[in-house]
């Protein structure tokens, strides 16, 4: 019946043997305890009868063992007790013969988690490819010598029927449109849309415009017939992948924008964050940036993306645990300290300082992060990105976050980098005292990841982050003076 429904090649008469025989053998465990169970009151009335008080005890012993044995058994590993286990069997050693060597294979997407380390992957099979702007040879090209406009580019204007519908626009006026459809070309400067080659399955009924561009069927059953398995547990891969496409031209990004355009930016990431954060499925939302051939991203054009999660990431767990273990103990926000108090104070924190606006400071981090990364922190303790309200909080954040990535550009030679928030999860209450959010800049060179760190964990620096402030504030003062002599045009 599995074969007749999926439309799978038959399996080896072995493995289907193997199948068909488990749910037998989880009959006849049925029936074992059973017996036991009976065996055991039997012999529970006679030590009563005979001992009294003490027989007694001795059972409420024996039955608490018993009680325990029985759990343990229940939650062993090695057997499902799914009456339907024999068929999704059979569907999924079939699916891997469909599978192979097959390039329009069904989408899926699943979230594995590794019991070992604790860690999680997302595998995103099938489904429509995305498209590689970046050469083989990356890092030949400066970004404002790519063409200003590529017919080719599913971000630019002309290709917006090519994109799901807009999840919200800003027209040429910068006036925010939320009607949802399509943009015309030139009356638009930033549109969200959902990302037609989504690592995650948007949840049924998000999207309400009637375009099946971004949403997938996804056959997650194929890929685990007992995906409840302590050891070896999967969930489905449901989730948001917004893209805001941060401007209209093709070979720009913020360090060549002027800073109403990434004002636009930070607008767009909060009106989609707070709309896929309030959703029940989503447990938690990164906002990333990746610019660069070595970024991970695979289009020139500019954008930034909001990837909606249907589990908390471990690496977040572990920071949100240090900072509620200082709370604890300091009673103080450990951001607070780290990223705002000692970098505006008179210690050696302050010379990993690299600027202080009047909402913000930006530091180079003690440790963990590569050469020339920047953390940018709010002054006022706020947990949740999405809390940040249009102000002049956000304008100070847009100007700071083009000054910080202007340095980054011009003073690496146009390297890659990826921008990201850390945040807290939705769940967490708005007001909570020991966490807030921050933002951080990761310069991207192509070697931070050798044997050692893959290996045993601790990240190789050769140049010590009080030396890379020192390079950054330089880069900084350069760009805020070249950009007071040439200021940037729309």
């Not at 921050?438 to 190789?460: D, H, M, Q």
Request: contains cysteine; charged residues 25%; aromatic residues 8%.
């Amino acid at each position: 019946p599995g074969r007749r429904k999926w439309g799978l090649p038959s399996i080896r008469c072995s493995e289907q043997a193997s199948s068909k025989s488990k749910p037998m053998r989880g009959r006849h465990r049925e029936r074992w305890k059973y017996g036991f169970a009976v065996c055991a009151g039997a012999a529970a009335g006679a030590l009563v009868a005979t001992k009294g008080k003490e027989g007694l005890l001795v059972c409420g012993g024996v039955a608490g063992v018993g009680a325990l044995f029985a759990v343990l058994w229940e939650r062993l590993p090695h057997r499902s007790h799914d009456p339907g286990f024999a068929k999704k069997n059979q569907v999924f050693w079939a699916s891997i013969d469909a599978r192979r060597g097959n390039q329009d294979a069904d989408p899926i997407r699943i979230l594995r988690a590794d019991v070992l380390s604790g860690g999680w992957s997302l595998f995103k099979v099938g489904g429509k490819k995305k498209q590689i702007q970046y050469g083989s040879q990356p890092g030949r090209l400066r970004l404002e010598e790519h063409e200003p406009h590529l017919s080719t580019c599913p971000l630019c204007p002309g290709n917006e029927k090519n994109c799901p519908p807009d999840s919200v626009r800003f027209n040429k006026a910068r006036e925010l449109e939320n009607d949802g459809g399509w943009s015309e070309p030139g009356e638009w400067i930033l549109r969200a849309v959902r990302n037609d080659s989504p690592m995650l399955a948007p949840p049924p009924g998000f999207y309400r415009d009637g375009s099946s561009r971004g949403i997938l069927d996804c056959r997650n059953e194929l890929t685990n017939p007992n995906p409840d398995h302590p050891l070896y547990p999967q969930i489905d891969g449901v989730g948001v992948t917004e893209v805001i496409i941060e401007s209209a031209t093709h070979n720009v990004c913020p360090a060549l924008q002027p800073v109403e355009d990434v004002l636009l930016t930070l607008r767009a990431l909060l009106i989609r964050g707070r709309e896929i954060e309030a959703h029940p499925k989503i447990k938690y939302a990164v906002y990333v940036k990746q610019q660069g051939p070595l970024s991970g991203g695979s289009l020139v054009h500019p954008h930034s993306q909001i990837l909606g999660t249907p589990f908390i990431p471990p690496a977040v767990k572990k920071r949100i645990k240090s900072c509620q273990r200082y709370f604890m103990r300091a009673k103080q926000c450990l951001v607070c300290r780290t990223l705002v108090s000692d970098p505006c104070g008179t210690g050696a924190a302050s010379a990993r300082t690299v600027a202080v606006t009047e909402h913000f400071v930006a530091t180079v981090p003690y440790s963990g992060a590569p050469t020339n990364a920047i953390y940018l922190a709010p002054k006022r303790h706020m947990c949740r990105f999405v809390d940040l309200e249009d102000g002049p909080e956000l304008t100070d954040l847009a100007h700071t976050v083009r000054r910080l990535l202007g340095a980054i550009y011009f003073g690496l030679d146009g390297c890659s980098y990826n921008l990201m928030v850390y945040s807290m999860p939705p769940a967490h209450p708005a007001d909570a005292p020991g966490m807030h959010w921050f933002l951080a800049i990761y310069p991207r060179t192509g070697n931070e990841y050798g044997g050692f760190t893959l290996a045993a964990g601790p990240r190789v620096c050769t140049q010590l982050p009080e030396d890379d402030c020192v390079f950054l504030r330089e880069k900084l003062r350069e760009f805020d003076e070249q950009d007071k002599d040439e200021p940037q045009t729309p």
